[in-house]
Structure formats: C-alpha cells, structure tokens
C-alpha cells in the first residue's frame, strides 16, 4: 500500500469477551477455551455473507459441533483460499507429529544446517536490462516520489494510516513515554511540558506502546518468560484521568511477537511459537545414538496438542488454548515447524480476542491498510559470500527434511476490523530481506528478493496479483545489485527505490507503472549505502547509512535529487566520522521529517570511551544540507531518545528522564 493511499473504515465488531469467559471457566480443566467473534447485521450484509458470527465450541480431542449444531451459530470461514484448516483436534496433533518425526535426532530438535552448493549457479550470468533514456524514448513523465509524513500519533511509521509501536505516542495534547518499568504521562498542550503522572507496568519488559483515544495498549516481553519459555504480555491502561493512568487489562501469551501493528483501535498481534520443549535426551556412554533416537522419537508421537498451541492467560485465570483446532490451517512442508498466530482485538478490549493460526512459522509480516501479508524469508543461500552470515540466522529454524529452500512463501490475509482471512498465497524464487521489501498498491503486491539457490547471484522487483485464490507472478525484473546484498527499499505509487551494497551503494529506480513489465529506469553507484530511506516530496531523497569520510568509515546521510528518476544523482553527503552510527538506519522511528520546516532531525551515536547520542539538525536549503548537532544522551537511553512532531509543528524530544520542546 502507498504512502498516499487512502484510509478504510472498519466494519464493526463485538468480539467473545475472553477474559471474562477465562474467569468464569477456570474451575472447570476439562474444557478448552475456544474464541470466536460476533458480527452485527450490517458488517455481515456489507460482506454478503463471507464473514459470519461465531460462538464458543468444545475444543476437546472429539468433533466439535459444526454449524447448524445444537446449540451452536454459524462459523466465521477463517480460511478461504488453498490453507485447510486442521479438520479436528487429532488431525492438526498428527499433522504437527509427522513432521516432527522428520527433524526429530538423537540430540533432540534439529541437525547440520544444509546449503545449496553454487555449482553452475554462481556462473549463471543474467544481464541487467539496459537503462531507458528518457529523451530517446519520447517520455513525458516518469514515477516520481511523495511525501512521507509521521503517523498521527507521532512515530514514523511504514504505511499511512497504519500505525506501529514505539516508545512515545501523543494527542498533541497528551504525552506517554515508555521508561523501563513505567509509562510518564506529559501535558504538551500548553508553552512547556510537564509531567502530570506516571503508572507501573507490572511484569514486562522491552515496552512498547500504541495509543488509542484514551487507552494505551503497552506491548513487551512477558517479564516471567526465559528464552526457552518466550512469552508476550499485553497491558491496557486507561487515560480517563491523565493525572491518575490505570492498568485494566493484563493479557500474556506463551509466544513471542513478530508483528503489532494498529488500524484506528483495532490492534493486531502476529505470534511466534517455536518448537516445543519435549522429554528429550541425549547419547551418553551408557545411552548409544540410535537408543537416544528411539526414545526422543517416542517423547514426538507421544506429545499433545497443547505441546504445539499457544495459550492466553487474561489476568489471574488459569492459561487457555489460544486457537480452536479449527481455526489452525495446515501448514504447507516448505515452512519451518512451529505455530503462527495472528490476534486482533480492541485496544479497549485487549482480553476480547479474534484470533486463527498457521501450523508453520513465517518470518516477515507486513500490513497495508487491509491486507496483512505472512512470508518466509527465502532461507537458503546460493553460494557463501560476504553474507553468509544473514543466511546461516535465516535457517537457524527446522524444516522437515533438513532443507533450506531457495524460494519465500506468502499468504495473503483479507483485514475486517479485528478479522483476518486468509484469502491467496503464492511463492517467489529469492529471499524477502524484511517487511520493507514488501509493499501493496492498487492490489498488486511488489516484492524485493535477495539471491538464493533458486536464483542468480542478484537481486530482483516482482509483482503478484490475486488470481482466484494464488497470488500469481505479474511481472519481474532481475538483475539488480549482481554480488551484492539488498539495504533497503523505498516503495511509491508507480516507482521502487532499491539500494544494494558490498563496496559501493548502487541505488536501482525502478518504473512500477506497468505492473506487468516492471523497469529499470536508472542507477546511481556512489561509496557507502543507505539503510533507510525517506521521500522529502516529489524532488529530493534522503538516505541515512554508513560511507567514507574525511574520518574514516562511519555514519552518514545523502540527499538525492529524484526530479527525473531517469538520472537519480547525490547533492550532498553529510558524513559523522569514524566510530559513529545514524539509528534510524537501524530503527527508523528514530528519524522525523518536518515538511513545513524542510527539515529532519535524526539521532545518531558515537562511540569513545563512553556512548554518546546525539540530534542531528538537518535543514534543507540549496540543495545542501545544513546540520546543527545537540548532545542528548549517554548510555543505553540513546536507545530511547525521540523527536516526536505535534499537530501545531512543535517537537518534543524525549530523552531517558525528560521530555521538552526542541528549538528547530
């Protein structure tokens, strides 16, 4: 989806109120807690019939009522593509076993990481399409690029109109920081800041928030988990009373978070859940391999569904299976084992869940404004070359068989309120860096793939569109960055933006117009790369990454003239010394752009004998860059440090114990 794309209204929804049903239910063990949503009149008649209420079912190993049972309403058809969802409890423990069983050893879960040899591959030459000239072929216009603003409440965010966690949220009224275990509450309505009230978040830790009305929805690492356990903790608190915040709602799930983002006040939870911890052991002099294999391939075939599933605990109750088998699809064989759970819920009901899941992990989780796309990484790479690295985390996860496989997977899932369907899925050959090689616009899904086994040694811009039920490969081109690795990607309307690096920053335009055939417009090899990009409008780019400079090897920022994508060229390059970082090449809520003031303000770390941060004032004037730079911070409240834009052009920077007005 593009940054200007419009908004959509969510339909209306009243989701099963879980943690009331958890309190009510925690005397009984024997039943399972299974959530199901309820729609009004009008949603399911605006859908014509595709989503449907729901109720709560037994969850037990037996068959559960279907619809039209006693007792029972219509099911909402989470699954309406080619994922089959699990057709009882047994089925989905049996489908979890038997690929178990293929990655099961005598040590336990895993074995030898496995790569494609390069062979022929890495010989296989694929030419880089010729540059189009613009004069040659009579163009009148070429893609261009748009403005990019902060999200409403301050963070800069990936997608217009879809909201992500951050450190800091405001109203431009109010103000919530996230410091350690509590969250500050700031009045910035009026000439200063003050600070009116703070509130504990018990039991979590690395907070982040979202910021909904008067609710903050505070996110992290459930405090009581390890990192064999995992485990994510949600906490609402309500600013009714600003003076006086309040936590309402605690809700953990035994999985950790790959994805949270927010649409108006529906927030929604992507979960991972590994491999489970099961009575495995190991060969020792008295316990030979194959005695080890037989007993840990038992301890598989005799572990229960509760073993693979999540649970959710909504306050005291006792923990609940997340998912009802039959909102589980069947995870096709080329996904790692594991459990992906996708959660919607109000942020002013954070224990009313909506929630299905996929007998499989997925790595990457991107949302436009009403799709939410699942995709694996692409493990697998096509030879070992200064990346090597980044393949051997790809696969650190157990496939069945031991494979690594050179080609990503992604499942397309329709967005109603706090729903998700899942709708298409599709595969491509190459591997999918992170969530900002994907991008939708006009319902064509554009992805940036790195080499693999499946590919040449470069990189490439695809497109899909639904067909039916698959996402179908629309158009690609290849060629891009040969040798190199993908560092970032921007997406527009009618134009990608591709930067790949190993010792010199080729920045790749890419015309997107025709989906069907898309094309290389040009391409710009300067020192350095950039790992985060950002459109100042339709004229100028700014790229914040690592170069040269007069001090050695360190941070820097380059401001691109992007007026004709035909013949991209680099104005100016500010560069920070040796042993210096720019975060938001890291972290992008690290960097703001004020439009109204042609300015940007990014944090940026240097490191001596102690760690320093700093804000770095960028004004734009002549087509140079005009920094002023302010020391902030030491330490690890670098890490927190925000310039957060308010309605009325004011910024606050919020440091680790202050928040105050910055002079720009």
């Known amino acids: 989806m593009t940054d200007l794309e419009r908004l959509w209204d969510d339909y209306p929804t009243d989701p099963a109120p879980v943690g009331a049903i958890l309190a009510a239910t925690a005397s009984r063990p024997h039943r399972r807690l299974l959530v199901r ?22 969850g037990g190993d037996g068959p559960a009522a279907g619809p039209g049972g006693p007792g029972t309403l219509p099911r909402h058809v989470a699954f309406q593509a080619d994922l089959e969802p699990a057709t009882s409890c047994e089925d989905l423990r049996t489908s979890y076993v038997d690929r178990a069983l293929q990655v099961v050893g005598p040590w336990g879960w895993g074995g030898p990481i496995m790569y494609a040899e390069g062979g022929d591959l890495l010989r296989k030459q694929v030419e880089v399409p010729e540059v189009a000239d613009s004069a040659a072929s009579g163009a009148a216009r070429t893609p261009q690029t748009e403005r990019q603003t902060s999200s409403e409440t301050g963070t800069n965010v990936q997608e217009a109109g879809v909201d992500e966690p951050d450190t800091v949220k405001t109203d431009g009224k109010i103000m919530v920081v996230v410091r350690h275990e509590r969250l500050d509450v700031y009045d910035v309505a009026g000439s200063s800041t003050a600070k009116v009230s703070s509130v504990s978040l018990p ?15 505070a996110l992290g690492r ?31 799930y035994d999985a950790d978070r790959l994805s949270v983002r927010q649409h108006g006040d529906a927030v929604r939870l992507v979960l991972a859940s590994g491999l489970p911890d ?49 909102d589980v699809a069947l995870a096709p064989d080329e996904l790692a084992l594991g459990t992906t759970s996708v959660v919607g819920f109000d942020a002013g009901s954070a224990d009313r869940l909506d929630a299905i899941g996929l007998s499989g992990l997925t790595d990457i989780a991107y949302e436009s404004a009403d799709h939410l796309y699942l995709a694996s990484a692409g493990a697998g790479a096509w030879g070992c070359t200064d990346w090597c690295g980044a393949a051997v985390d790809r696969t650190m996860r157990v496939f069945p068989g031991g494979g690594t496989g050179g080609s990503s997977y992604l499942f397309d899932f329709a967005l109603d309120g706090t729903r998700a369907t899942h709708v298409a899925s599709g595969e491509v050959e190459g591997a999918i860096r992170d969530r900002w090689s994907l991008d939708e616009a006009g319902g064509v899904l554009r992805v940036a793939v790195g080499p693999t086994s499946e590919t040449g040694n470069f990189s490439s811009v695809l497109t899909l569109a639904r067909q039916g039920k698959e996402l179908v490969e629309r158009g690609r081109l290849d ?18 933006i591709v930067v790949t690096f190993r010792r010199r920053d080729p920045l790749y335009a890419v015309d997107l117009t025709d989906t069907a055939a898309p094309r290389l ?71 703001t752009w004020l439009p109204d003031h042609r300015t940007v303000l990014t944090v940026v770390e240097k490191w001596s004998s ?5 804000v770095s004032v960028l004004k734009l004037a002549g087509g140079k860059l ?19 834009p308010l309605p009325d052009g004011r910024v606050v920077l919020v440091t680790g114990e202050d928040a105050q007005f910055l002079e720009l």
């Open 203 to 217: 039991r979590v830790d690395d907070t982040e928030i979202l910021l909904a009305g008067d609710t903050v929805v």
């Open 222 to 252: 459930d405090a009581g988990s390890t990192p064999e356990t995992s485990g994510t903790r949600v906490l609402t608190v309500s600013l009714a009373d600003p003076a006086a915040p309040k936590v309402v709602d605690d809700v953990s």
């Open 626 to 644: 005009h920094e002023r730079r302010i020391k902030v911070e030491y330490g690890d409240d670098v890490d927190q440090v925000r310039t957060v």
């Open 37 to 58: 949503p309820v729609l009004t009149a009008a949603a399911v008649t605006a859908l014509a019939g595709a989503f449907v209420a729901g109720t709560l079912v037994d």
């Open 610 to 614: 102690r760690r320093v941060g700093y």
């Open 479 to 496: 060629g891009l960055g040969r040798n190199e690795e993908i560092q970032s990607v921007r997406w527009f309307d009618d134009l990608a």
């Open 521 to 591: 417009l040009g391409a710009l090899k300067i020192p350095g790369f950039s790992s985060y990009l950002h459109p100042l409008g339709r004229a100028r780019l700014i790229g914040v990454g690592e170069g040269p400079g007069p001090g050695g090897w360190g941070a820097q920022v380059g401001l691109f003239d992007v007026r004709d994508t035909t013949r991209v060229s680099r104005l100016d390059v500010l560069s920070y010394g040796r042993n210096t970082s720019a975060l938001a090449g890291a972290d992008p809520r690290a960097f």
């Open 278 to 326: 099961l009575d495995f052991v190991e060969p020792t002099g008295k316990r030979s391999e194959d005695e080890a294999l037989a007993h840990n391939r038992e301890a598989v075939e005799d572990s229960t569904l509760e073993d693979w599933l999540p649970t959710v605990t909504a306050g005291d109750a006792k923990p609940r299976q997340l998912l009802d088998c039959r």
